[in-house]
């Protein structure tokens, strides 16, 4: 029973996991323009993100400008796009294959085929929070030192916007996922190599008969 409360519990860590690496994927805020210099009060908010930039002015408008090309763009950024779909994929089908393999529900044939699946969820999951922890720690990096080189005007200054701490976030829960996964699948396989099932030897009558037989010519 607690083997199924843990599974249900990461299967909700989960489910947080992918709704937020996909938001992070798709939001236009990965890094936001710094208020640094005399010009403190500004009436625009600029924002970049992996497929789109975007504008935003104090007046509400809100404007945004696609990224069509993929060969102009920065080395981190074009990493970010495909590791994140990466992420956004595998986390997909780690949902899908845990929901076969959980204890808690009827799918998924015997045990052993449940475990089996289980732990191929957990490792989808691990992978899917390494994929979205990468993008997101290299273009935190890219930002620091942008804002730290004093060589770069305080205009093209940027720091980090909501989608890099959703997508950290995101990744975080979706390691979780996949330990807990693969973790409760490891226990319950060792315990079954521990503890192999005790086979019970019975004579068969003919043999008993067999040895009496013997004896009576011995006799």
Not at 102 to 130: E, H, Q, V, Y
């Amino acid at each position: 029973m607690a083997s199924a409360s843990l599974q249900f519990f990461a299967f909700i860590l989960a489910l947080f996991g992918v709704f937020g690496d996909i938001a992070a994927t798709l939001l236009p805020n990965w890094k936001v323009n710094a208020d640094v210099g005399s010009n403190i009060i500004t009436a625009i908010t600029q924002m970049q993100g992996l497929w789109m930039d975007c504008t935003w002015y104090s007046t509400g408008m809100f404007s945004c400008t696609l990224k069509y090309s993929i060969l102009s763009l920065p080395i981190y950024i074009q990493v970010a796009r495909t590791t994140m779909v990466l992420s956004c994929i595998l986390s997909a089908f780690g949902i899908c294959i845990t929901t076969v393999g959980m204890k808690c529900t009827r799918l998924g044939g015997d045990t052993d085929s449940k475990n089996n699946a289980c732990f191929a969820g957990g490792i989808c999951f691990i992978l899917a929070g390494i994929f979205g922890l990468v993008p997101t720690c290299w273009y935190t990096r890219e930002i620091i030192s942008n804002f730290l080189d004093q060589t770069v005007p305080e205009s093209s200054k940027h720091e980090p916007g909501g989608a890099v701490y959703t997508g950290f976030i995101s990744a975080g829960f979706l390691l979780i996922t996949g330990v807990i996964f693969c973790s409760s699948c490891f226990k319950r396989q060792q315990g079954a190599w521990i503890y192999p099932p005790k086979q019970h030897h019975f004579p068969s009558t003919e043999q008993e008969s067999n040895a009496g037989y013997s004896l009576k010519d011995y006799v």
